[in-house]
């Protein structure tokens, strides 16, 4: 696996100095057809059925998630939701908790956001470990990058 990187500048908000970084550059978005094209040719099914199981499949996990259940499917990963509480810290750029000291006063009010999060089984987690990265900073696919521009903080 040889994934690809940019770099990436970004200005220190406490400084004004400049600050650089690393995205991985993704080689393309693979949607629902792709993905049921490519399943295609390694089964036996029609494309009908297996673009309904498909859409069938992603709905159901869709539901569960969105009803608060955790999903693991075997071979790929775990989806669930967490939430984000407490307060953004301008000078720092980054959340910092909001703990109340008693629990009474601890309420849904708090909830900042709510976010699916997908964990990567094991299997994936030690594929990833084996990555090698290449720089696509200067030049992306044979053709000139201009100098990397200011992100904005997530």
């Not at 220190?12 to 049921?36: H, M, N, W």
Request: aromatic share 10%.
């Amino acid at each position: 696996m040889k994934l690809g990187y940019r770099i990436y500048k970004n200005e220190d908000a406490d400084t004004g100095a400049a600050k650089y970084g690393v995205r991985l550059v993704p080689y393309s978005k693979i949607g629902e057809e792709d993905i049921v094209r490519l399943a295609l040719a390694d089964s036996n099914i029609n494309t009908q059925d297996l673009g309904a199981g498909f859409a069938a499949l992603t709905q159901a996990i869709y539901d569960f998630v969105l009803n608060g259940h955790s999903v693991t499917l075997d071979g790929l990963g775990n989806f669930r939701l967490t939430c984000k509480t407490g307060e953004w810290d301008e000078k720092t750029q980054k959340w910092k908790s909001a703990g109340k000291d008693n629990m009474d006063d601890v309420s849904s009010d708090g909830i900042k956001g709510v976010f699916v999060r997908f964990r990567p089984c094991t299997q994936l987690r030690e594929q990833m470990k084996r990555a090698t990265f290449f720089d696509v900073s200067k030049t992306v696919f044979g053709k000139k990058w201009a100098e990397p521009a200011a992100t904005p903080n997530p």
